[in-house]
């Protein structure tokens, strides 16, 4: 009987460490979407800046003249500040971010 008890109680307290890690996995997967939530939406406004700010780097380091891909990317921060600025609501909302 003793054998028996001892079985049950390891069984139970196996149950609750199970329980614990598996809240632990949840709030580490909940944690991690916020996350990349957050990188797409920077990205969304961002993209174009950084893909031409690396474009002039580029072109720069390979000798040539990155001017064009410079002030794309300053035309593309502007618009994205701009953008991160404009209060959207149902009544002036296009859906459209980028342009």
Do not use: H
């Amino acid at each position: 009987m003793q054998v028996v008890n001892r079985l049950k109680s390891a069984v139970e307290r196996g149950k609750k460490r199970a329980k614990q890690r598996g809240q632990g996995m949840t709030e580490y997967i909940i944690i991690v979407a916020l996350i990349a939530v957050a990188a797409i939406a920077v990205y969304t406004y961002f993209g174009n800046t950084v893909r031409n700010q690396t474009a002039a780097i580029a072109n720069e380091i390979a000798g040539n003249d990155g001017t064009t891909a410079r002030s794309n990317a300053s035309t593309a921060a502007n618009t994205a500040a701009t953008e991160a600025n404009t209060k959207r609501n149902l009544e002036n909302y296009t859906g459209n971010v980028t342009k």
